[in-house]
RNA sequence: GCGCCGGUAGCUCAGCUGGUUAGAGCACACGCCUGAUAAGCGUGAGGUCGGCGGUUCGAGUCCGCCCCGGCGCACCA
């Protein structure tokens, strides 16, 4: 016996391929990367599409500081998968990366090294020069990084935001602003981190929770004005002496070191106020305050004998007049509609110089705007203090503020004043708040406001050219316009941007500071002008395009003259003009990438506006932000098609990745440990539009899937290894039905796969392949052409038939997965039998379309299949149920006899009664009578399917050494007694 | 405080416009095979579908309220 089974074991067709089992990621991954360098497959790519429609990703620069670590890199991996499936689709679909190298991070980081500040000896050029070697350092390390995860690109030219052709277009852009007059200067409250020194725009900000004092002052009411309600209603009264005596109105604020900036007190036209006597320490006082918030107070600052003396409107207060508790200057009582009894008490210190809303409140009623604070966050000093806070020469600083605030940092300053006001009486209580303040993104120092003068991109302009605002409307509203225009992946997208745009701020893009590109704007020394000109503007971006940005920097060897253009010099002759020492806002330069790369690159400026956006979606408030206002503001349309975003990446815990808390590694040691392949498999098999956890553990157990996968086509290509397609594939009508019904599977595969992709959902692609693989494929398919693959003579119509639909599916696999694996896939292809015209990288392929070749949807056919299967598993149960038993042992050994109704029988037979036996795995498949077997000995119904009867027995009859059927007609040929018919034929006298 | 998203088996998630016993993969248990072999196949157990109430003949699926998690906006004086 065994001397016969060897004798035929040779003649079974067994998988052969070299592809191996272990995917061996870490050592192969590297040696692909390396191949694809020396063969340039990124430009043979650009080459074979070449003249195609352009689909183009124009990417987001991540800031040249640090390691990539995980998120970054699954940036650039989701990237990577949009682009190779645009190009695999056969669009022309160029990757240029890009890095963001300009401001404050890495001029901290420099400035540190240096001690903190720049040495007094050291040139702003000099400076300039250490951050652009960091900078490099580090665009250098992340390019290598990012390469790791077998990303394709232009690496060897990406784009850089301190190239000076890129500076000279984000000047370009500001020159075009301000052409159209989007660009005022002007002074106005704006955030200021006195950490970096610099004011900060929205999206500098981030709000962290932190303790402030809450403190309750009264600020003694003076005078009132002649027409004055309020002042009427206590003259009335005949205690009016005593209350005239210890009257106040009660203020509260969370920021004393803003008190000395106070001008005003805002009070709510509509909402009742109460005049209130009290006792306090024994001491007899009144004040003002809204009423629903007395009691409040009342209970926190423990008042005792508390007395409603009157009630009144808040209009009521007009004319009323106070005397700042320590500065002795005459302040009003004015009014303001964000006044609220909410907290508080309905009578809001008012200080233009660091408030937005008071600032708008001192605009209107014309207080004058005070802001003491210098640009370190500490109060000025001597004269400069008293002129800041606007005092009169002749203020005496008899009681001693000035002296105790006198170069004070804010923060510092705070429980100075606190102490101060309790000594001299003005402070009515005072507890500590939690409450969330915005800090400096970079510094994480609390942020203040303070009324500086800045330049500003007005969002509310109206640009006067008639061909690109025909309707004349707000760059809001065309904002908001070009907003709707877009297609938002998620789709929530588009409501989170439109509300930051409806309610943001003009654009305070200046910074004062030294890494950066600079506002090329000038001042005549002597009049304080500013000189900023449609020529002015043309010179200097000339210049910087020629020379980059140090020219502005570059005081000896650029001095303002040779940076102004001949007429404005002549213009000014006589007085001195200066280069202003403003930087633009980061966010301007990333944002103006759209002008730098997509419209200047000579690879790309056909391509404009870029088909996509792809950046975590912290970026709606940062780069889509931006690039929306300056593209929509020089170009008239959005800079992008679609905009898709993913959200962060956090531990298992679901904490935000950070260095500080070790959950975060570099991504170019991840693909090395655990290879690029399976990280990318990992972050395409889940949704990434909500937080992506990530950690070894949880990559490691998405090589599950990814072995599957692997495996299942290493069966495939196994049984292709005498296979040539040229010679050997079956035409449509040849296939059998099991693999026609596997390629209508196939193709509604590639449908559902187009589908997701198409929609940028991947981990519903990967789901599907997934599914495919395990099911279709590896218990259904593979599990039941086993035989024929194996037994049948190697050139026999049936076998080659299953080679044709192993090969088709096997293509179509390895292409549907290169976007994702882009190593295992061309390490695939190169084991996949060729057509002629076949490229010699996957990534050259196309991407496969439903209805190719041999494949069609054949609904019918799937229906009967699925019945089948169905079928087959009740008789697998009944099965299992009887090895389980020891009753039987393998399929082959058993009959399965179905009883059911005749409808049921009839779709059965109909796929073939002599063919169930193969597509159950077993010897042999009788289909009989429900009615008939129902009730009889050895049958049991089925459990899924109504009106069915299962009956599994041994078989009797013998089984073929070669192929374990038991057929019947084993022995029939003289020459192989062993073996069956089919089997006997196939050997033929080759043994 | 306002808004958005999510809460389905131990884990990761599917469940479209409401419709028969809620699915898949992994893990687990039990078997088979030893001709995909550091593979393959089969069977099984496991879920009050966050909670409560409502609409409906019928709700995981629609509505309301609540709880939990994540995020965004406003955070004000």
């Excluded at 309600?229 to 009335?236: G, L, Q, S, T």
Aim: aromatic share 10%; glycine share 6%.
């Amino acid at each position: 016996m065994t001397d016969e089974k060897n004798r035929y074991k040779q003649t079974v067709l067994l998988p052969r391929t070299d592809f191996p089992m272990k995917a061996d990621l870490a050592t192969r991954e590297p040696a692909r990367r390396k191949k694809w360098e020396e063969m340039k497959l990124y430009d043979l790519i650009r080459a074979a599409r070449k003249g195609a429609k352009p689909w183009v990703l124009h990417d987001g620069p991540p800031y040249a500081n640090g390691d990539a670590h995980t998120g970054t890199g699954m940036n650039k991996i989701l990237k990577d998968i949009v682009v190779k499936f645009r190009t695999m689709q056969g669009f022309d679909s160029p990757y240029v990366p890009g890095w963001d190298c300009h401001g404050l991070p890495i001029e901290h980081k420099v400035l540190a090294d240096l001690g903190g500040v720049k040495p007094p000896n050291m040139t702003v050029l000099e400076l300039r020069q250490r951050c652009l070697d960091y900078a490099h350092g580090f665009i250098d390390k992340q390019r290598n990084q990012f390469k790791s995860t077998g990303t394709l690109g232009r690496w060897e030219r990406p784009y850089l935001t301190i190239d000076p052709a890129y500076e000279a277009n984000v000047l370009q852009v500001f020159a075009s602003l301000h052409e159209r007059g989007y660009i005022t200067r002007a002074k106005r409250p704006v955030h200021w981190s006195w950490a970096a020194q610099s004011a900060l725009a929205e999206a500098e900000l981030e709000y962290e929770d932190r303790q402030d004092p809450s403190v309750y002052v009264r600020f003694p009411v003076s005078t009132c004005g002649k027409e004055c309600k309020f002042r009427e209603i206590v003259e009335a009264r005949p205690d009016r002496e005593e209350i005239w005596g210890t009257l106040a109105l009660l203020i509260w604020t969370t920021t004393p070191w803003t008190l000395p900036a106070n001008v005003a007190v805002a009070a709510s036209q509509g909402a009742e106020y109460v005049l209130v006597r009290y006792e306090r320490d024994g001491k007899r006082e009144h004040m003002v305050l809204a009423q629903a918030l007395l009691s409040r107070v009342a209970e926190k600052a423990k008042l005792q004998n508390v007395n409603v003396l009157e009630v009144f409107s808040g209009a009521d207060l007009k004319g009323v007049g106070y005397s700042h508790p320590f500065l002795e200057t005459a302040c009003p009582v004015v009014f303001a509609d964000y006044v609220t009894l909410e907290d508080g008490t309905g009578l809001v210190h008012t200080a233009p110089g660091h408030g937005k809303e008071d600032f708008e409140t001192g605009k209107r009623e014309k207080l004058p705007v005070v802001c003491p604070i210098d640009e370190a966050g500490k109060f000025f000093t001597g004269d400069r203090l008293k002129k800041e806070l606007q005092l009169s020469p002749a203020f005496e600083d008899t009681r001693g503020w000035l002296k105790m605030l006198e170069g004070q940092n804010v923060l510092k300053a705070n429980p100075l004043i606190v102490n101060k006001l309790r000594e001299e009486g003005w402070l009515l209580h005072t507890e500590n708040i939690q409450h969330s303040y915005p800090h400096c993104w970079r510094t994480h120092a609390p942020v203040i406001f303070r009324v500086t003068e800045q330049w500003f991109v007005q969002i509310d302009h109206v640009d006067p050219d008639k061909a690109m605002n025909p309707q004349g409307k707000t760059l809001r509203a065309r904002l908001l316009d070009a907003i709707h225009a877009t297609k938002w992946f998620p789709a929530w997208g588009e409501n989170r941007i439109s509300a930051m745009i409806e309610n943001r701020p003009d654009w305070c893009v200046s910074r004062q500071r030294y890494w950066g590109i600079p506002i090329p704007a000038f001042r005549v020394k002597e009049t304080g002008e500013v000189v900023l000109t449609r020529e002015t503007n043309k010179r200097v971006v000339e210049l910087v395009r020629q020379h980059g940005s140090n020219v502005w920097f570059d005081d000896v060897n650029w001095p303002a003259e040779k940076l102004l253009p001949p007429e404005v010099a002549a213009k000014y002759k006589g007085k001195t003009l200066e280069k202003m020492g403003d930087i633009f806002d980061v966010w301007f330069e990333a944002g103006s990438s759209f002008q730098a790369v997509m419209r200047e690159d000579a690879e790309l400026k056909d391509k404009f506006p870029a088909n996509m956006y792809l950046e975590g979606d912290d970026q709606h408030r940062g780069w889509f932000q931006v690039s929306l206002i300056l593209s929509v503001a020089t170009t008239g349309v959005s800079p992008f098609k679609h905009c898709l975003t993913c959200a962060f990446v956090v531990d298992e815990k679901g904490e935000k990745g950070s260095k500080s808390k070790g959950n975060m590694w570099p991504i170019d040691q991840g693909c090395k440990d655990l290879g690029a392949d399976l990280i990318r498999y990992y972050f395409a098999s889940l949704d990434t539009s909500s937080p992506v956890p990530v950690t070894y553990k949880l990559i490691q157990a998405a090589g599950d899937g990814y072995r599957k996968v692997r495996n299942t086509f290493r069966a495939l290509a196994g049984n292709l290894f005498d296979f040539d397609p040229a010679r050997h594939a079956v035409t449509p009508d040849k296939l059998q039905q099991l693999d026609r019904w596997v390629l209508s599977r196939a193709d509604a595969l590639i449908a559902a796969v187009t589908a997701a992709v198409d929609r940028y959902e991947f981990h519903v692609a990967l789901r599907e392949i997934t599914q495919f693989c395990n099911v279709t494929l590896s218990a259904q398919y593979i599990d039941v052409c086993k035989d024929v693959l194996y037994c049948e003579a190697a050139d026999s119509p049936k076998r080659r038939s299953a080679q044709t639909a192993c090969w088709a599916v096997a293509g179509l696999l390895v292409r549907m997965l290169a976007p994702v694996l882009v190593h295992t896939s061309d390490e695939m292809w190169e084991f996949l039998p060729k057509a002629p015209g076949d490229p010699q990288s996957v990534h050259l392929a196309s991407w496969p379309s439903s209805g190719d070749g041999q494949r069609h949807i054949d609904l019918d056919l799937e229906r009967r299949f699925d019945l089948t299967f169905k079928v087959k598993a009740e008789a697998d149960r009944v099965l299992d149920r009887m090895r389980k038993e020891g009753k039987v042992g393998k399929g082959y050994d058993t009959i399965v006899t179905l009883g059911a109704k005749p409808d049921l029988l009839a779709e059965l037979a109909s796929l073939g009664v002599e063919r169930l036996a193969e597509y159950f795995n077993v010897s042999g498949v009788i289909l009989g009578d429900a009615m008939h077997h129902a009730a009889a000995e050895g049958y049991e119904p089925a459990v899924d399917v109504q009106g069915l009867f299962v009956k599994v027995v041994p078989s009797a009859d013998r089984a073929c050494v070669r192929c374990y059927r038991r057929t019947g007609d084993v022995g029939n040929s003289a020459s192989h007694p062993e073996l069956c018919g089919r089997c006997a034929a196939a050997v033929g006298d080759s043994v």
